[in-house]
C-alpha cells in the first residue's frame, strides 16, 4: 500500500512537471498540440478529483466543528419553547380565573345583602363529589350549617357542618339536598329540585312536584323560588334536558343539567348574610 502511494506521488509529480514545462513552452507558441492538451486535461482531471476530495474534508471538518454550536442553539430553541408554553398556561389559566371571579362579582351586584366568602377545595369527603366535599374556610370565617354555597355559573349546595377552619358542603346533586325552585319561562314556583344521578353515573338533577299542566320544556332554565328562606331567589340551577308526566302521582318531573360541573369546582363562594346596616338598597 506504500508502495503505491508513493509511486502515485512520484507520477503526479512528472505530470506537473511536464505540464508547467508545456505553458512555459506553449506560452512562445500561443497554440498547443494535441499531446499537449491531452497532458493538460489529464493533469487538471487529477487536480480536480484531489481539490475537491480536500474540499469535501474541509466541509466535513467545519460541520463537526459546529456541532456543538448546534446543539446549543437547539438547548436554547427547547427552553424558549418550553417557558413559551408556561407562560401560554399561566395566561390561559388567568383568563379563566378572571372569567370566574367576573360571574360572582355580577351575582353579588344582584345580591349584595350577603358578604361572599371565596374558599378552596380540601378533599373529598366520600369517592365522589356527591358525598360533598372540604373547604378551607370555616367558623372563623363566619360561616356556619346551612349556608348556601355558590360559584358564578349558579347554586353547588349547601354547607353541611362546620369546624374551625374548615366546612364539609353537600352539592346540589347530592340526594340529601332538596331546593325549592321554579320555571323561569313559566314562573311554575312549585318545584323542587333534588340530586339525580343517570344510568351512566352523571351527576344531575330532578325537578318534582309541578302540575300536570305546566309548560316547562326542553331547555328551559330552572332558578331558585326563595320559597323556604334558605336560598336566594334567582340564582341560575341548571337546564332541562327532558320532561316526565307521572299521572300516577298527578305531576310533572324534570331531568336538570346544573350548570354547575361539580367535577371541575376550583373554588367556591359561601354567602354570609350582611349585618343589615351594611345592606344597601
Given at each position: 500500500?506504500?508502495?503505491?502511494?508513493?509511486?502515485l506521488?512520484?507520477v503526479?509529480i512528472?505530470?506537473?512537471?511536464?505540464?508547467?514545462?508545456?505553458?512555459?513552452?506553449?506560452?512562445?507558441?500561443g497554440?498547443?498540440?494535441?499531446?499537449?492538451?491531452?497532458?493538460?486535461a489529464t493533469?487538471?482531471?487529477?487536480?480536480?478529483?484531489?481539490?475537491?476530495g480536500?474540499?469535501?474534508?474541509?466541509?466535513?471538518f467545519?460541520?463537526?466543528?459546529n456541532?456543538?454550536?448546534?446543539?446549543?442553539?437547539?438547548?436554547?430553541?427547547?427552553?424558549?419553547?418550553?417557558e413559551?408554553?408556561?407562560?401560554?398556561?399561566?395566561?390561559d389559566t388567568?383568563i379563566k380565573?378572571?372569567?370566574?371571579?367576573?360571574?360572582?362579582?355580577?351575582?353579588?351586584?344582584?345580591?349584595?345583602?350577603?358578604?361572599?366568602v371565596?374558599?378552596?377545595?380540601?378533599?373529598?369527603?366520600g369517592?365522589?363529589?356527591?358525598?360533598?366535599f372540604?373547604?378551607?374556610?370555616g367558623?372563623?370565617?363566619g360561616i356556619?350549617?346551612g349556608?348556601?354555597?355558590v360559584t358564578?355559573?349558579?347554586?353547588?349546595?349547601?354547607?353541611?357542618?362546620?369546624?374551625d377552619?374548615?366546612a364539609?358542603?353537600?352539592?346540589?346533586?347530592?340526594?340529601?339536598?332538596?331546593?325549592?325552585?321554579?320555571?323561569k319561562?313559566?314562573?311554575?314556583?312549585?318545584g323542587?329540585?333534588?340530586g339525580?344521578?343517570?344510568?351512566?353515573?352523571?351527576?344531575?338533577?330532578?325537578?318534582?312536584r309541578?302540575?300536570?299542566?305546566?309548560?316547562?320544556?326542553k331547555?328551559?332554565?330552572?332558578?331558585t323560588s326563595?320559597?323556604?328562606?334558605?336560598y336566594?331567589?334567582d340564582?341560575?340551577?341548571?337546564k332541562?334536558?327532558?320532561?316526565?308526566?307521572?299521572?300516577?302521582e298527578?305531576?310533572?318531573?324534570?331531568?336538570?343539567?346544573?350548570?354547575?360541573?361539580?367535577?371541575k369546582i376550583?373554588?367556591?363562594?359561601?354567602?354570609?348574610?350582611?349585618?343589615?346596616?351594611?345592606?344597601?338598597?
Amino acid at each position: 500500500m506504500g508502495f503505491l502511494k508513493n509511486k502515485l506521488a512520484v507520477v503526479i509529480i512528472i505530470l506537473s512537471v511536464t505540464f508547467l514545462s508545456l505553458i512555459g513552452y506553449s506560452a512562445n507558441r500561443g497554440k498547443m498540440s494535441f499531446v499537449e492538451n491531452g497532458v493538460g486535461a489529464t493533469i487538471n482531471s487529477v487536480q480536480g478529483i484531489f481539490y475537491k476530495g480536500f474540499t469535501r474534508i474541509g466541509n466535513s471538518f467545519q460541520f463537526i466543528t459546529n456541532i456543538s454550536d448546534v446543539k446549543a442553539e437547539n438547548e436554547q430553541l427547547k427552553k424558549i419553547n418550553s417557558e413559551f408554553k408556561s407562560k401560554e398556561l399561566e395566561y390561559d389559566t388567568s383568563i379563566k380565573e378572571n372569567e370566574r371571579f367576573r360571574k360572582v362579582f355580577d351575582l353579588s351586584k344582584q345580591k349584595d345583602e350577603y358578604n361572599y366568602v371565596g374558599a378552596n377545595i380540601k378533599g373529598l369527603t366520600g369517592s365522589s363529589f356527591m358525598d360533598g366535599f372540604i373547604i378551607n374556610k370555616g367558623e372563623n370565617k363566619g360561616i356556619k350549617k346551612g349556608m348556601v354555597v355558590v360559584t358564578g355559573d349558579g347554586i353547588v349546595g349547601q354547607v353541611s357542618s362546620v369546624g374551625d377552619n374548615w366546612a364539609n358542603v353537600y352539592c346540589l346533586s347530592n340526594e340529601n339536598i332538596a331546593v325549592a325552585a321554579l320555571v323561569k319561562s313559566t314562573r311554575d314556583n312549585n318545584g323542587i329540585v333534588k340530586g339525580y344521578k343517570d344510568e351512566n353515573n352523571k351527576l344531575l338533577a330532578q325537578i318534582e312536584r309541578l302540575s300536570l299542566d305546566s309548560k316547562i320544556k326542553k331547555g328551559d332554565v330552572i332558578l331558585t323560588s326563595g320559597l323556604g328562606g334558605i336560598y336566594p331567589s334567582d340564582i341560575k340551577i341548571g337546564k332541562v334536558l327532558s320532561v316526565h308526566e307521572d299521572k300516577g302521582e298527578v305531576m310533572k318531573t324534570a331531568i336538570i343539567e346544573p350548570y354547575v360541573d361539580f367535577s371541575k369546582i376550583e373554588e367556591v363562594f359561601i354567602l354570609v348574610q350582611k349585618d343589615p346596616s351594611q345592606i344597601k338598597y
